[in-house]
């Protein structure tokens, strides 16, 4: 690359995903930046859990380019597994272990791929800290709630100071604390190490909480890129006033809150009561998307869609 922008850590071109004679991936395009938090939003069977897998390296893609920190996972060695964090679901062996042993033997196989700029693996007691795990750090894996194993898978994940991370649903079956210490989590890995990071989530308001950039995956492609608001501004009518006139309720999606505030008040003054403006919500932006592309429009979808 000339100068400027440094080369995406991720970089897809037309990928896609046939299962027997089911097309889950239908040409993807995606290319994620160092440092970058997305987030990949879509609905259950959407094909999201096999775009990572894929990105990881755990699985075969049918066709298309898929090139992670400049390689093809499907080909890549330990020194490139080294780079690339991976949160699995739950940690279920070694249950005789603690959650120290567990690390510090894990932090091992990362220390010939240590360098001065990013040092691997992490301290077990910083990591034990950073996770919330300290208190536990020395009972047995088997006795951790299921909340604190989550932690510990996080901790597996990060161990060797990725420089990419991969969060397939990270966060269910989080209680709130363990959730709100998750995202802190988060953007210390992104604002810290410049951990890049892709994840998924069902938990709207944690992408838009988390993400620079969210991407829409339905039908087998992306069709929404862009960060929440980018997103929210396709949807026509990014906010919704809704009124009252004596008995009579009214209800209309506009761009512009002000102007159109300000005409209601001067045609009816007094006789307007109930005035309620509403900002679409990121919640708001995806079910329309979702539902305007499983409907096979490709036109912006509005909000007036998603109001019951
Ligand atoms: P998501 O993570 O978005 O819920 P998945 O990637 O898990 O979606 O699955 C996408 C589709 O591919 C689903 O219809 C699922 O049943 C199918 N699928 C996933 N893995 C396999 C597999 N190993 N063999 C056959 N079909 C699969």
């Known amino acids: 690359m000339g100068a400027g922008r440094p080369d995406p850590v991720i970089s897809v071109r037309d990928l896609r995903m046939t299962y027997g004679t089911q097309e889950v991936l239908a040409g993807i395009d995606l290319d994620v930046h160092p440092g970058e938090v997305v987030c990949l939003l879509g609905p259950n069977g959407a094909g999201k859990t096999t775009t990572i897998e894929i990105l990881e390296g755990f699985r075969l893609p049918s066709a298309g380019q898929v090139q992670v920190l400049g390689e093809d996972p499907a080909r890549a060695g330990d020194a490139w597994r080294a780079r690339v964090g991976v949160v ?27 360098t001065p700029e990013r040092p691997r693996p992490y301290g077990v007691d910083e990591l034990l800290e950073t996770v919330g795990l300290i208190e536990h750090a020395d009972r047995k894996i088997g006795t951790l709630s299921g909340g604190q194993r989550r932690r510990l898978d996080v901790a597996v994940g990060i161990i060797g100071r990725p420089e990419l991370l991969f969060l397939d649903e990270p ?8 959730r709100r210490d998750f ?35 339905t039908n087998g492609r992306i069709v929404a890129d862009g960060s929440a608001e980018e997103l929210t501004r396709q949807v026509a009518g990014t906010a919704e006033v809704r009124w009252a006139l004596g008995r009579e309720r009214f209800v209309h999606p506009t761009d512009d809150v002000v102007p159109f505030v300000r005409r209601l008040l001067e045609q009816h003054g007094d006789a307007l009561t109930d005035l309620e403006v509403r900002k679409a919500s990121l919640e708001d932006t995806y079910l329309a998307m979702v539902q305007r592309f499983e409907a096979g429009a490709r036109t912006a979808p509005a909000l007036q869609e998603v109001v019951p």
Do not use: C, N
């Open 88 to 114: 699995l679901q739950s940690w279920r062996d070694h249950a005789r272990w603690t959650p120290r042993m567990l690390l510090t033997s894990l932090g091992g196989y990362f220390l010939p791929y240590s």
């Open 171 to 178: 966060t269910a079956g989080f209680d709130p604390q363990a």
């Open 183 to 217: 995202h802190d989590l988060v953007h210390r890995l992104s604002d810290l190490e410049g951990t890049s990071i892709l994840l998924t989530t069902h938990d709207l308001a944690e992408a838009e909480k988390l993400a620079d950039r969210i991407l829409i995956l």
